[in-house]
């Protein structure tokens, strides 16, 4: 248990420093290492495929490609946009009401009592397929297809004027 | 678990960083040799006989030449940049099986330092983790040149691991394990996964090539074009680091490939071989098997470095998207026939 809550300081640690950080490339490192911080929380709960996937699709792709926009963008201090106060009042507002549902939606969990998995090795390669390909294979399928249809349309978007070049 | 498996899980761990470090030096060597060899000339041949020291005094150079840090650069992420690098090449040996159990006296000590049951998706999430020390190093550099580089291998890490994946997954419709242990027992005697997986084999050999940014993939240290590349502001050991993960990277694919598609420790004959020296010899036996696939595919690596000429950047994106994904996903496709109709 201790484990957990050093690993659970360490997310909640990084994930400040992502949004207090000056700098936009090192608040994408303290991202990774956020990252990092929930593969270690999947291995804890012995959810092994879970967390090598999410090390290799997260950490090893998407924040790849997060560093890499944000090497070629180079934000500076001078062209970074100014917000207008009546922006931080709304952001502060939305903020607070979300932290609320969040808090709500948390204390109506009962996390007080520890959760006694039925079968601990549920989260292994064996079990999770069997798992995905039987009792929940529609949604599976369903979200599959979601990621199709992004990926098509995220190409549209990209080659919108091959007619007119 | 006992003091003893500690103490030899321990000594496992040391035995093969030093191996890891001692193959990747002499892989230094090796390709200025060779390259000496296909280019009919001597090669390194002052320090020791033969040249032999040449590894020792470079290491030594490293060490001794002055330490520079850009003024503009970022100080922590510049030192971090060659260290992460180097630790990715280093922890990918972990899962590798070197060899079958062995007994020592009464103990039973498996060549492995962990089997995981993921474990080739570990070093999937090794190998994608590498391109930071790259990125990292490239962007706190603050040079033009060494940004373009770590730009490139980002992107061509990012393209080659796709079809990399995809060339895995038709393997492992084949095996039905993520364990390089169970994958490699599987290959037992001569029942290699390349004689099941030619196609899939030779996209990741390709796609190896280019997570190791070697040649004809080099293009993030391209110095017709790009001076250095990622490594342009390094000097002393941080650019050692550099340099030597690269080799070190090589070695650990090498054995990866190794043991997924060339049986790994196992060889034809291997049972006659147990039966006539015992349990301590025989895997012994194995692991010189295993050390020779290795051995074999450095120089594979060192021989297209010298023989084949640089791609152009859009070659290397052609080749990646038009021609591997494609040629990968009709192989996934071919294997999934061939399991449900023939096999």
């Known amino acids: 248990m201790s484990t957990f809550y050093f690993i659970a300081f360490l997310s909640v640690f990084f994930s ?3 949004i207090t950080a000056k700098n936009p490339v090192h608040s994408i490192l303290y991202l990774i290492l956020t990252f990092f911080t929930f593969t270690v ?20 792709a998407i924040l790849v490609l997060f560093l890499y926009t944000l090497m070629l963008i180079n934000l500076n201090k001078e062209s970074e946009p100014r917000k207008s106060n009546l922006v931080k009042i709304v952001g502060v507002i939305a903020g607070a ?46 979200s599959s297809v979601l990621l199709l249809s992004a990926m098509v349309g995220a190409v549209l978007l990209a080659t919108k004027d091959t007619k007119t070049a | 678990m006992e003091v003893a498996d500690i103490v030899i899980k321990f000594v496992l761990i040391v035995i093969i960083f030093a191996i890891s470090l001692v193959v990747a030096m002499y892989s230094t060597y090796a390709e200025r040799k060779i390259a000496a060899f296909f ?15 040449q590894p020792l005094a470079d290491g030594g150079k490293m060490f001794l030449k002055e330490e520079i840090i850009p003024t503009n650069a970022s100080p922590f992420l510049f030192i971090a940049g060659p260290s992460l690098a180097i630790l990715t090449a280093c922890i990918g040996s972990a899962v590798i099986p070197w060899g079958q159990t062995i007994t020592i006296g009464t103990h039973v000590v498996p060549l492995q330092v962990t089997d995981i049951n993921v474990g080739i998706l570990y070093i999937f999430g090794v190998v994608s983790l590498g391109v930071y020390g790259v990125m990292i190093g490239g962007w706190a ?20 691991e796709i079809s990399m994946g995809l060339s895995i997954i038709a393997l492992l419709m084949v095996t039905g394990t993520l364990s390089l242990k169970e994958i490699a027992e599987q290959q037992h005697g001569w029942h290699w996964n390349v004689l099941y997986q030619p196609v899939g084999f030779i996209l990741f050999i390709v796609c190896a090539f280019a997570e190791t940014n070697r040649t004809p993939f080099d293009l993030p240290e391209c110095e017709t074009e790009l001076v250095g590349g990622y490594h342009t502001e390094y000097s002393s050991m941080k650019l050692g680091f550099y340099l030597f993960a690269e080799y070190i990277n090589m070695f650990i694919s090498s054995a990866v490939m190794a043991t997924l598609y060339w049986g790994g420790y196992n060889y ?76």
């Open chain 1, 16 to 18: 400040i420093l992502v």
């Open chain 2, 39 to 53: 280019q009919d000339r001597i090669g390194p041949n002052r320090a020791g006989p033969w040249g032999i020291l």
């Open chain 1, 41 to 60: 929380h999947y291995i804890l709960m012995n959810a092994q495929f879970l967390a090598v996937v999410n090390f290799i699709v997260y950490m090893g």
């Open chain 2, 141 to 160: 550099s603050n040079n033009k040149y060494s940004l373009l580089g770590a730009i490139r291998a980002a992107s061509q890490n990012i393209s080659y």
């Open chain 2, 268 to 343: 034809p004959g291997m049972d006659w071989v147990l039966a006539h020296t015992g349990p301590t010899i025989a895997p012994l036996l194995g692991v010189a098997v295993m050390f020779t696939k290795v051995f074999l595919f450095i120089f594979f690596f060192m021989w297209v470095r010298w023989t084949i000429p640089r791609f152009r950047y859009d070659q290397l994106m052609d080749l990646g998207w038009k021609i591997l994904i494609p040629l990968a996903i009709a192989n996934i496709i071919a294997t999934g026939i061939w399991i449900t109709f023939i096999k």
């Open chain 1, 97 to 142: 009401c979300f932290l609320a549902v969040i808090v709500a939606a948390t204390k109506t969990l009962g996390t007080s009592q520890p959760v006694v998995l039925n079968n601990p090795g549920l989260g292994l390669v064996k079990n999770l397929g069997k798992i995905l390909f039987n009792e929940y294979l529609l949604p599976f399928e369903i």
